[in-house]
């Protein structure tokens, strides 16, 4: 095939041909076409998103720009990063899932840190649809045997079933490894040194994955099938322990993983930031099977591959720890002073392109009109209401709402004996930092709904409501990693979901002091039918110096409830709010939008209280709204509840309505702890007590042990069906 | 805490419980030592562990492929010779199994899911409360044996754990089988992740302490056998 007739098959659009053969002062050939197509495609190139992911700050983040970024605590750093893996789910969402895991573990190992927690933030369509609990339960299985079987535990997470996600699920998992400080290691090479590839052989699998992810599902997809790669989580535990041992030597430089675009990507990254060239011999890398063809192995995205970048007296250390685990490695190039990319196939050069060439693809600027949908949206009323009884029943059975007991149990959540905060147990988990004695709160989470509605101020709500789950447990909010799903960008209105998405999550995140330290971008979620909601899925690092700080989202019997920060009024806007989606499949309204000296004031009084030993148990009020912070705290603390939830005469509004700014507290010293929040102009409303065996407000009677069934037992129905 | 007692950690490639294996050792101040798989001696430990994870990956069977490996051949010579204790815990209980050390097998659980929570486990051993709560996290936990064999279990009064509510459908609620004769323990509950007060649960020291109290007894045995030999301690 001619090389012109190549690109276009490739994906590459003319106006990047021409780009292409202007940097490189010539008509690139057959290798090289290839591997600008991968190098280009939105998932490696971020070409679409590459210009607005600029406005993050990343001031105080450790080793920003490299496969993942972190936060330092003490001598440690908590490395983390979240990454998607939607499109390999979608269609085979067992080895989806799995080596979405894979992919992720390896960015953090590159860093040379042991990975101590998975979390992962899961979107799929109706549970009630055949198609969507295939996924689902795929997914988690997925999850389920790849992270047990690498001995990282799976700590947190969160879940949500919408019809917008119906053909195209969201698969984002993330993961922290901790690594001493003087332990970083960098993705930069310098020349003179030996490169080696260490790991499983190169197969044929996986191979245009990077160029699979960047285009839209449709009835085809399935075709893409052989685009999925198939991972060991066996070879990938020990791997683990091989890359540890290897990155422990002095001589080792750098190391990257083999992921999207497997060995291009991850060698000429390291020459781009090196600044420095590098020489690979093709031939010499350990292939799976015959006759593969030089473009294959450079796209190739075979698991559980690392390279490192070593001193050439080394090269031989590397190779035996390689063989102690009977892993397969070889030598396969050198990095040069030429400043120059180059590949060769027996001896003979096939490739010859400057670097940055590669590394640095074309910027698209996005289209930034405000589309039609969104006034449409927030003019929507909601004028259907539900009786209290019924509403609640639905609301506590909701998949959206039900305990997801029936998910991290098929977990391990508690392998690495770290987990200070399980599963369910908090606002957020916690992973006992025993090198500096404290513990790593952490969180996924996500505002979809808001997002659709108000892309800029759901954006500020969605980094607010991840730091609220961490404030509740008592952590300090560190840093941010954020994984962005949204449909595709070539369309007006996906292009101004994404950009004003974005400004809103930036400025949030200077609002609430926290760095981003990395990211991940994926576009082209949709299908001719349905687009997903924009999407950025939040990930955040919190940090208590004392397991002793931790605090639980339980409430105790005979303590009293309080709500501090916003209160509900008629005028409050509770766009987006689940009982919206749950009881009517409805969304519109305004949202709500945050007020930062508030979230800061209630994050101080609650570690205020915490530290007197005022406060019991802390929730932050989220999905469900009042009634579901109340329900849950008292459901984990197996009591119940007496007294008022009801301020408005909007009963939903006021028990399921969604806003920002507010928390559930309970306290067994009521006065003590009215007389501090008075003292520091805090707004408050006592709710009533905790009382066992009863659930009773305004007027309403329930069976707790009744609907805490419902609670728990709601997805495990639907699944055993 | 320094302690005389020995332990010695078996690593497959694929074991993924030797790190929490050795801080709950070294938290008793026990000296401790990993031994990767392919050790053919293990006759200056006191006390081995074979720790949870997927040993070889545990295709086959959980545990079928480690029965090959050198270290588990060595194992039965340190079992023969009366050496010391052996504690397989949850892919370690499975291999012990396979290896015919304990009598049974496991098997994949009745829901065939992954199960990792806290469960309630009586304990038939002097020094333990009623009841005791450990980690389980498994996928082939479920204890099978005939008939035959859980007589003679029973008649050897083998049973160390039972689940209190049974989650994966063993044979007798079967959680662990302790082999006194052999000092051989199996279980599938985690204690190792049960010593620290920081992760919430220390119901794991109860196991640690009884092993330490049987360990203290071989060492002065041991001890006291080389002193009458005319050695010096």
Partial sequence: ?721 | MKSDIKAGIIVFPGTNCDIDTQRACKFYGWQTEFIWHDEKNLDKYDVIFLPGGFSYGDYIRAGRLAKFSPAVMALKDYVKAKRGFVVGICNGFQVLCETKLLPGILSTNTNTKFICEEVDLCVNHEGFPDTVKFAIAHGEGRYIADEAVLEEIAAKDMIFLRYNDNPNGSALDIAGLYDKANRIIGMMPHPERGVFTETGNTDGRYFFEMLERELNKNLCACKYTACSQGEEY
């Fill in chain 1, 1 to 721: 095939m001619q090389t012109i007739e190549l690109y276009k098959a490739l994906g590459l659009t003319d106006f990047e041909y021409e780009e292409i053969r202007k940097r490189i002062g010539r008509e690139p050939n057959e290798l090289e076409t290839y591997l600008f197509s991968a190098m280009w495609s939105e998932h490696c190139g971020y070409k679409h998103s590459r210009k607005y992911l600029s406005l993050f700050p990343s001031g105080g983040a450790v080793s920003h720009g490299e496969n993942a970024g972190g936060v330092r605590i003490g001598d440690h750093v908590v490395v983390f990063k979240v990454e998607s893996h939607n499109h390999p789910s979608a269609v085979e969402p067992f080895q989806g899932a799995a080596t979405g895991i894979g992919g992720i573990v390896r960015d953090i190992l590159a860093i040379g840190a042991r990975p101590v927690a998975l979390l992962d933030s899961l979107k799929f369509g109706k549970i009630t649809d055949n198609f969507s609990k295939h996924i689902f339960d795929g997914v988690v299985q997925g999850i389920s045997h790849y992270g047990n079987c690498i001995g990282v535990p799976t700590v947190a997470g969160e879940v949500n079933f919408d019809e917008s996600y119906g053909d195209s699920p969201l698969v984002n998992v993330m993961c922290a490894g901790v690594v001493h400080k003087d332990k970083i290691r960098s993705a930069r090479a310098e020349s003179g040194k030996i490169v080696i590839a260490v790991g499983s052989h190169t197969g044929r699998d996986g191979i245009h994955g990077a160029s699979f992810a960047s285009k839209e599902l449709n009835e085809n997809s399935k075709e893409d099938r052989p685009s999925v790669q198939v991972g060991d989580p066996f070879i990938k535990k020990v791997l683990i322990e091989a890359t540890l041992e290897i990155l422990a030597l002095d001589e080792v430089q750098s190391c990257q993983d083999f992921g999207a675009a497997g060995l291009l990507s991850s060698s000429s990254e390291m020459a781009f930031k090196g600044e420095c060239g590098i020489d690979l011999h093709l031939d010499k890398v350990h292939l799976r099977e015959e006759g593969m063809q030089p473009w294959e192995i450079m796209l190739s995205e075979s698991q559980e591959r690392m390279l490192f970048i070593v001193e050439p007296e080394a090269a031989g250390k590397v190779l035996d720890i390689a063989a102690k685990y009977d892993i397969p490695a070889s030598i396969i190039g050198k990095t040069t002073d030429s400043g120059r990319y180059r590949l060769f196939w027996h001896g003979e050069k096939a490739a010859d392109l400057p670097p940055e060439s590669l590394a640095e693809s074309v910027k698209y600027t996005l289209n930034e009109q405000e589309p039609e949908y969104i006034n449409q949206f927030r003019n929507k009323k909601l004028e259907e209401t539900t009786a209290v009884e019924i509403a609640i029943g639905k609301i506590i059975s909701n998949p959206n709402f039900a305990s997801k007991k029936w998910i991290y149990r098929q977990y391990d959540h508690t392998v690495g004996t770290r987990t200070v905060l399980k599963p369910g147990e908090a606002g957020a988990a916690g992973i006992w930092l025993h090198e500096e004695n404290g513990v790593v709160g952490l969180t996924i989470d996500s505002s979809p709904r808001q997002v659709f509605l108000n892309p800029y101020e759901g954006g500020r709500v969605s980094i607010w409501e991840a730091c609220r789950n961490l404030i509740s447990g008592g952590f300090e909010p560190m840093g941010m990693t954020n994984c962005l799903n949204y449909g595709n960008p070539e369309k007006d209105e996906v292009a101004y979901q994404f950009i004003k998405s974005v400004e809103g999550l930036a400025r949030a995140c200077k609002e609430a002091g926290i760095p981003v330290v990395s990211g991940n971008v994926s576009f082209y979620n949709e299908s001719p039918q349905r687009r997903v909601y924009p999407t950025p899925s939040i990930g955040i690092v919190g940090y208590m110096d004392s397991p002793d700080k931790a605090v639980k989202s339980s409430f105790k019997p005979d303590e009293t409830l309080i709500l501090i920060g916003k209160d509900i009024d008629n005028n409050s806007n509770i766009g987006g709010s689940l009982y919206h989606r749950a009881l009517y499949d409805f969304i519109g309204g305004e949202i709500d939008t945050v007020d930062p000296q508030l979230e800061e004031s209630l994050k101080q009084i609650i570690f205020n209280l915490r530290d007197q030993k005022l406060l019991g148990g802390c929730i932050d009020v989220s999905e469900g709204g009042l009634f579901g912070a109340v329900f849950e705290g008292i459901k984990n603390g197996n009591t119940g509840f007496v007294g008022s939830l009801i301020n408005i005469s909007d009963k939903e509004k006021a028990l399921f309505g969604e806003i920002t700014g507010r928390y559930v507290i309970s306290t067994k010293e009521f006065e003590k702890t009215q007389e501090i929040l008075r003292s520091k102009q805090i707004p408050y409303r006592k709710l009533g007590y905790c009382r066992d065996n009863k659930l009773e407000f305004d007027g309403y009677t329930f069976d707790p042990a009744q609907l805490y069934y419902l609670y728990d037992r709601s997805i495990d129905l639907e699944m055993n069906e």
